[in-house]
């Protein structure tokens, strides 16, 4: 790998190279061609992370050549979505390969991530709205940072939320993981000056729409400082929250 | 007007009518037959109160024939969905005809109606949703109601509803009006045991759908104890809320 | 437990203490960490009935967990949402646990709750329609209410409605389930001035969109005294006619 | 004209032609080339009436030409969707012209069509449903039917309706004409069997989506009997009801 | 059963006796409480056919109960949306039951229905909406119509059906099912004068919305003279065009 | 300019230069930065044609300033979704603007753009298609296409699109309008072998929902060969047709 | 098959038959009929590809039916959307029958069809779009072009594209997957003038909306030059692009 | 005021007091009556900015009350979605009362807010983008950002944003505001490790939906760090970068 995308950030910060100079390096930045598959071995120095494997639509085999391949430049290895028989499947191949069978999620760390500077809370309404809450977790911890759990808080007994105030203020960032009305991350910013990074869940039936009720909900939050992504996404939680716990 | 329906379902309370007969009876129930119209006299004794005009996509002319045919009945008048404009029209042939510009609602009491057993509070989450808050009261008032207004305590300062719990907690039912992402009846559903008519409003842009999002937000409430009308409905909220009021 | 929320609302409604007092209390109050769950042991004294146990996204030890938890306490334990399969193996660690299989409902009372002032009448268009309507039975039962069924009523044969007025007329509160057009609340919106508790169900196919074209129905009814559910719940539909009916 | 599709259809229904060889003529068919417009004069051969003018998206100009080209033939004239500063307009060049002020429809009869069989009626649930039904009636009458209305007498008061069936029994086809929840077609289909054209309309506000609601309701219809239009297309629906009419 | 409805309408049409009369007489109809069904006997006098039975969402007891209530007045037997291991249980109660695998409709005909006056032909854009297709054939055959079937002629190759035309134009009827984009109904009606029953089909994928791209597509033909019925329904087609087949 | 895209092209087709060396360049191609706008006086050389300015929501000034940066390199100017009240301002500052008002756009041609080689022909379904259409086609004109126009062709009267075969053989590629079902794409994708751009147009009302319909109808197109753009985006399609048909 | 189309298209282009007399015979053209379907045996003629069988919602008797009279004609033989379950049926009535497992497509080349002008270059975002891309894949060779893959260079990762540049700029069409945000159309038709099929991908979960989001990122690209299919119809997007290569 | 918020939350962070000390002292944070306004001027202290008035829905009258009550308190004054009309009449009670007439946002500052730690940079994808763009700036500034614009970068000529790379590198938080197919958070968020919080904006037609087409691609970007707010919803984006820049 000729260049550190962190070095040439460096430097570009500091003035020592242009833009220009830097943007040109980028294309010849390494990628591994699997035919199926191009590898961004160059994303870990871009990102900070490595690639993650989104486990949905991809056959076993491909997921453990692309695992095989991330494992090969000694990153840590991260796929989401992972169906248990799936992982059974790949464990053969990965023996070291764990699993969180809530989050649904295989992991493997090779090497220590560089560490957030604060702590991030992970926060759920309720008990079904774990699942989500354990990826955005998994994510967290491979990504190199502090993480708490404050789980089933939700409005319907908010005398919970307030019970564990002292936990949740000792964050630098929060991932609040609701479904249903999704009203969570509106209290909670009503009374922080905390970043929230919310997610909607599927959880619920009928009208919640399979999430879409939630995610509304909090696009619309009338009290600042939430930004949102996508339904049942902890891990793109993780990821945002992760950066902002960095910085 | 041959009976009262109230007497009927009285004798049919008592058991000293059948059904079956108190049904037949329902058919010779008188309605005024205006061509574009036809004034149900009855639904005064059938549901307690009058018929009441919806304004929307009807002429000024038949609004004015219409009101007429109830007021010549003794009956109260409440008119919902009135530009100013339309009211300031109206308002040459019915002289004595109020108005409530926030609600735009037009109504003449003619005469005191039932009075209800308890009070109804309406609150609102914010200044924005007052329009539809009035529309309720305007309601609630002339179908005989005592009503207290609790306006602007949404979840962006939820102090403002703690320091207001007393008068939240003197309700026999409450009407929370909320736009945006509609968490209010919510977290009210979570610390109260009053029963909630939740009403939904267009207040919001973009992903607030025009108050499908706050509708949808109220409908999976995880708390108990919370029914939905439509969105910007408050007349509707008031109808439910004076019915159970009047239990 | 250091105090009892019934006795706190009513020191307020007679002015002994402030609302302010009483919410101050209210972070006292108790629940029980499990770590995947903070079981709300105060949501009795606070709504009247326990916590109640959602069954969908729970995993089965989970289930167990919380509610010995809330059987511990001597409450009585609803579980809804739950398949036979999760049911038999609850059964397992629950051996008194009940079971409506139309409704899917596990459910053991321990003690007789404090009962209702009226009745309340489940109504359902057609058979198809049952299930949720049972969900709403065994809740309005285990809430402590009188209840009866009137099911297969609905507009394609309303004589079989009409026949049925007198066990109607009787009920303090009405549940109305039904699928497709939704059309049955707002019929019999028209003809009675009990208040009604509408349940879309997602019987249906095609343009029904899973319960949606039933929910927008009965938002929109043109009689007004609908409060609306979310889209099978029927415990939803029960808990707020309970709290109704027992005013 | 080289022949008229009548005789053609007629032919074929009798076996004296072959369809190959009615088809073939089809191509042969006049239209009149306006550069902006096609005016299909054989339609009224074709479908037993002539081509009808959406009003909407055209310039008066086009609007003017495409009539004087329709009455040039000698055929009636019938324009939807006119606001009522057009038709002002139009009505310089076309000083005959008649326009419906509820329907927004001008129209110019110069010929007697040929009759229908039997009766259609026109029925609406609401006053401000009277538009799109008036915009019906004007299309059936151009269309040759007897017509009868029935306004306002929707589920809000049913004893209307059951006190005018003598006259909603005598149609050959019944067009009902409702917004909000949509439930009069249902409520009639069960009670008679005669063809129902159901109109949803965009009466209504918020969850009633401008039409939707009572369009899905109507869709699923639990009673049979009933086909549906667009949204406020009373002259699709006379359309159909009128071809029904003249079987 | 006191009187025959068919009798009654006929005296209303009449004039021997007063819709008043009749309505009354409605109320007194029979109908038989199973507890979960009220079977409604009256109305195959009403409709002109008995009760059907709507497979989905019940049990295979209940659907036996109300097929043997059916069965035992003399009445023919449909039951709906029956998957082939339902039909397979309901055989061994109902041996002589009749089972149609690509409609998923079990039937049983006992007598012979009051025939229609002309013909259905029944329409498919592709091999892929015959089931629907059939749902529509064989409740068209147990209502008593003379039915045909013109199935694939849709519009990725018109010539079909322009060399099918002559059977199509025998009908009195037209039923025609499409999926994907639905235009067939539209380009039918562009060179006929005969009633057509769109019936929607989900018969596609992505952007077909399960039927919803159909439905909309026939909703909003250009051509008059569709009505629509919701997705899937061919029960619903063939019911709509069996009344207007037999006026 | 240091270099022109299409030489760069031309080298790396040819092989001269290699494609690395090709992008390296991209980065230095000009913009002219405006502040509010960063004019891409390089997208001639890379696309063919020069940046168009998309109308809605610029201020009259954006507009202009943007205009004379294009104007003052020669290259041919296009504005798109401009009311004619902006035009008229335009023009002050701008007296050689041209203006189609029906498709409302605004277009200056200051040279002769290089000429596609076949021959595009745009149809539309109905007359009240015509605005988009125009759009198109002056976007095809300033583009360097012959064009001819095919109006008023749909499904309705589906002989004058039958009459019209060899004008709309000779294209091509075909730009196919239509709004309401959107079924010509589909029935001319039947029976030619020509591409078809097809564009949906919000001509309709109710379930046409702004266009959606026939959007969906058209990207469910049975028959092969079907592009769909945005609903009423004549200017995307004809942006498509001109690069095949300067291929 | 009295006369080839090709040959009329060939006279129509160079006027030695009109297209008058071209339509007349194109009703004689020839289609076989297995009552299920209607097998066009003049699509080949006329399309340039033979009739293509759509897997879904047909039973594995009648594909295997139109198959075989697909393949009596001597035709190649293309079937999409099959399991592999149906397809290891199917092989053994047809056992030179091929499958791509990842695409899901049956194919059976028996003769070499007419070739392209140019390549087709197949473009996929990332591996999970890769099914899709397959799919275009089989249709485009079948239909006798050459094509070659460019799979996972979305944007997450975008000098994987610029390193892929030389690759992609040799096609004369562009078909382009992808899921999630579907963004990877507009980055490309922002540095080409290559004409853009872009198929959307159900690649995603949440508020991917099984693809309608992808779907309506492309339908608004901002740059010019893309023509969007339905979701996952790399068949679709292959036709297309298979039409414009053999112009 | 009793207490300082911010002191409180230090005192916690410091282990001084508990949070429940903390908690109980929120409910007596003051807030002032207007009747129709709960003005929170706790929030300052708890949030870290005043309450700001979103300007739709509130009469003139309203918003000034409150904006005096904000600015009497001597906290800075922030008022958004107002039209210039009301700004005029806002202006005569708040001569100095500024405007930025492209965000719709009037503004006041009393006092320095305390300063961010870095800087954010706004970037739009076009120029019709700007509206929202700068309500996000003006509510940066006033919060006490370091701000910079990028704006009209977006992938139609993605030279333009790398050609001002180093710009946006140097930002701590980037906020990028896009409509129509809303690529650019995507893009930008596979080149850089900045947390990016995307707006979507309404800017587009048709099947953009009002900016939901933008929405769900911000939501389903596949590289991480993007948390996404309403749509047009500037001031949230500026209020949650603003809380990141303040970490």
Excluded: W
Aim: hydrophobic share 45%; with cysteine.
């Amino acid at each position: 790998m000729k260049s550190h995308l962190k070095d040439i950030l460096e430097q570009v910060r500091q003035g020592q190279i242009t833009v220009d100079d830097a943007v040109k390096k980028l294309k010849d930045f390494p990628y591994q061609d699997l035919g199926f598959a191009k590898v961004d071995h160059h994303r870990e120095l871009r990102k900070g992370f490595p690639e993650v494997i989104y486990g949905l639509g991809k056959t076993n085999d491909q997921i453990i050549k692309i695992a095989n391949a991330i494992l090969d430049k000694g990153s840590n290895l991260l796929i989401t979505k992972v169906e248990e028989s799936v992982y059974t499947s790949l464990k053969k191949s990965l023996p070291q390969l764990n699993y969180n069978d809530l989050a649904k999620v295989a992991f493997l760390k090779q090497k220590e991530p560089p560490g957030g500077q604060g702590k991030i809370v992970i926060i759920t309404a309720g008990t079904s709205d774990i699942p989500v809450a354990e990826e955005a977790f998994v994510t967290c911890e491979i990504f190199g940072n502090t993480v708490e759990k404050l789980y089933d808080v939700g409005v319907a007994g908010l005398h919970r939320l307030f019970g564990e105030m002292d936990k949740l203020m000792t964050a630098k960032v929060l991932i609040i993981v609701a479904g249903m009305e999704g009203a969570l991350p509106s209290v909670v910013a009503g009374i922080t000056n905390i970043p929230i990074v919310a997610v909607p869940t599927s959880v619920g039936y009928g009208a919640s729409l399979k999430g879409l009720a939630a995610l509304l909900a909090m696009l619309n939050s009338c009290p600042g400082g939430v930004g949102v992504v996508n339904i049942d996404n902890g891990f793109g939680a993780a990821y945002l929250a992760s950066l902002i716990n960095h910085l």
